[in-house]
């Protein structure tokens, strides 16, 4: 009798230690958010994961979140992400999804918000990555058909009531470091893409790619054209923040998540520019914005490059040196 009890208790023992071996969630040190990819992660042509997963997921297994667009991957480094989907709803639904799943361990993580985006020629070029320092939701606020009030030079106003989720200035220590990192990083281009760039008269949209700072304007609406593009640039200012130098569709929101979980303070926001947010002046807005065979704009295979040659030199340094950066 008494050996059985032994052994009840030694499986007893044996089952409550597997309990607690299964329920130690990954600590996870950087969690990088795409926000679309084309097709496959692997072997097509490459959308804003692909090239994140072929240098740090290949033949991880994928983790199905309940709430969450896709899976998430982790490797055995601490480096987790995931196409959380596009535009504000999808992306911080799916977000908040993987925040909540007992399995990851987000306390420490850095968050480092990935995709593409458009700018204004006056501030940047194709195959430009730039790191956020403010994100502005571009949507928040009360607009009208400029026609009806045209003694107003912009028909926006921002809404009382949105103060505290209109607009993010990220962590400026993290952000410099960030730059810092990546300075020295070579960036690709393409024939097409230099050539492309001659249609603009701006300084600016006619340089070679650059790694730039400043706002990130978040927009559920597709804004195009130079009168939205300088709205932009109107309700960045309007708000204290720097120059807008290029469109997106997420940021803001998962950031918004992100404060209400985790804090804001360990958030990086990187986009690349794979078109400009306007036509040039000898095109209308609506040509650029759905233009004829062959009429568009080159560099997107070269920017998703970009954007993870950028990152990852931040990446790296945070998981190599681990004991300090958490």
């Known amino acids: 009798m008494n050996k059985l009890k032994g052994i009840i208790s030694i499986a007893l023992l044996l089952g409550a230690s597997r309990c607690v071996m299964a329920q130690t969630p990954v600590e996870v040190k950087v969690f990088i958010a795409a926000m679309f990819e084309i097709g496959e992660n692997s072997g097509d042509r490459a959308g804003e994961f692909q090239h994140w997963y072929q240098r740090y997921f290949v033949d991880v297994k994928p983790t199905n979140v309940k709430g969450a667009l896709h ?29 909540l799943d007992s399995r990851f361990d987000f306390q420490l993580s850095y968050f480092l918000l990935s995709g593409v985006g458009g700018t204004p020629p006056t501030q940047g070029t194709i195959g430009d990555v730039s790191w956020a320092t403010w994100l502005i939701d571009y949507d928040l606020g009360h607009r009208w058909d400029p026609s009806e009030e045209p003694s107003k030079a912009q028909a ?64 559920d609406t597709f804004f195009h054209g130079p ?76 920017t998703v490059q970009n954007i993870v040659l950028v990152g990852s030199a931040v990446v790296d340094e945070i998981v190599n040196n681990w004991p300090t950066w958490r």
């Open 227 to 302: 009168g939205l593009s300088a709205q932009a640039q109107y309700i960045a200012k309007l708000y204290g923040a720097d120059d807008y130098v290029i469109t997106e569709m997420e940021a803001a929101a998962i950031t918004q998540v992100l404060a209400r979980t985790v804090g804001t303070d360990r958030i990086l926001s990187l986009r690349g520019a794979v078109n400009f947010d306007q036509g040039n002046p000898q095109e209308s807005t609506l040509a650029h914005l759905d233009p004829a065979p062959g009429q568009t704009a080159g560099g997107f295979e070269q």
């Open 156 to 219: 926006f106003m921002p809404r009382k009531g949105y103060e505290a989720i209109r607009c993010y200035q990220l962590n400026a220590a993290l952000v410099n470091r960030a730059v810092a990192l990546s300075a020295k990083v070579s960036l690709l281009d393409s024939a097409a893409a230099q050539a492309y760039r001659q249609r603009y008269p701006q300084t600016a949209a006619q340089g070679k790619p650059a790694i730039l700072v400043g706002t990130h304007m978040t927009g």
């Open 71 to 99: 899976p998430v991957y982790c490797n055995s480094s601490g480096v987790c992400g995931a196409v959380l989907g596009m535009g504000k709803v999808s992306s911080s639904a799916s977000m908040q999804a993987i925040l």
